[in-house]
């Protein structure tokens, strides 16, 4: 039996000790997917844009391609005459230039004549037999977008471990970018405890519940980029857990456990992390709250993790997000060592905590910037979906209180 943890490390030291110990990054499957499969994925390497965009100078609006000095100063009191020279067609490349003077229709997206330098807006402008009626001034550069304005040449789209998104795809499109390697990591979930039914259960037995864990694990890895196989749900059997949880190693290259990593007659997962092969058991405990009893465990030599939470459904996911993420984005070697966004903001009520471990509480974002605990249970499950992430008490911080500033840890 492996007892309650005693012993425990602090996260960031566990985060650091493993990184070091274990050589990160380490290296990893790769799947070549077109642009449309890859949303939701990490890319394997980084992306460098190899042409200037825009690849040529256009305007952002229909009106009249023109020199802006020629411009200047027209008002509708004190408009501006000049000569229309020509009307560029979308998709074409103007044959003329704009001299001084001159003024040439254009729509928006076409092509900006050679000369011209802004574009007046139509409403602001009246076509007179060949005399545009300028009414009012522009400014070098306005409504118009140079060629290589935006994204030069050489210029990186995607750091290595970047995922590609609804912020990040558009980039990729226009680079011309349809297919990628993505991080394609085998992932395991693995939830463990005899009173853990499947979801399909649909009259739940005396004293047991659906998995939640599994689940919440699948969506969280997924909404970050990580694509994880739910394994189901082993139970506690001692020699049936053993053949289990070797079955699914061999099968993945991090395989994770909830349940069961505290005490009791179910204590197999300490014991199974701390039979791998060298170096075994790294994490037996660590100093946060909640999320005492996480193991982390490696076989260095068959570049093999596994990270085992606690049972409770609150515990299990703010470790996840808090230790097992941040793990995978070192495992990877990502740029961007963290997911989601760390800010200090504005605590709405006072939130009591004890010095010593690290804690994590849900919290919620109020429309005023600031920023609330949601009291919750480490066994509760409906928590987490009005949270918008968690606050982080360090560890010599006791109660924090309303009006000072917390540091939070949002999805986003
Ligand atoms: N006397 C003590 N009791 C407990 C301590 C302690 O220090 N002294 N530690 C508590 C803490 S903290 C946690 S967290 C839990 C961790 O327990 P385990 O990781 O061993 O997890 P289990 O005992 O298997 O489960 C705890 C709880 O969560 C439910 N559970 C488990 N797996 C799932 C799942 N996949 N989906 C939904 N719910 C799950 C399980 O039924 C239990 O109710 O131990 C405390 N106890
Ligand atoms: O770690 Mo337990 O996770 O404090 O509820």
Redesign the pocket.
Known sequence: MAG??KEVTSRKRALEDITERLLFPWGYPVRELPLGEAVGRRSASEIINDRPYPPFSRSLRDGYAVRHLDAAGATPGTPLFLTKTGEVSMGVCPDFEISPSEAAAIPTGGILPKGADAVVMLEDTELAGGWVEVRRGVQAGENIILEGEEIHRGERLLVMGGMVDFKTIGMLATAGVSSLSVIDLRISIL???D??VPVETKELPPGC?R????WNLKALLSRYGFEAKYRGIANDDGAEFERRFHEELADCDLLIL???????V?DHCSEMLASLPEPGLLVRGLNIV????TLIAADAAAKKLVVSL????L?CLAVAFTVLLPLLMRRIGAEERECGTRLRLRLARDLAARTGPEEFVPCVLGADGSVAPIAAK??YISALAKASGFICIPEDRETIRAGEDAEVWLWQ
Not at 258 to 264: E, L, Y
Not at 310 to 313: D, L, N, R, V
């Open positions: 309650f943890v939830s463990t405890g009173e853990i519940i998995d939640v864990n599994g909830s349940g069961g990593s505290s005490v009791g179910r909640p999320g005492k009893p606690p049972g409770h459904p515990s480490s066994g």
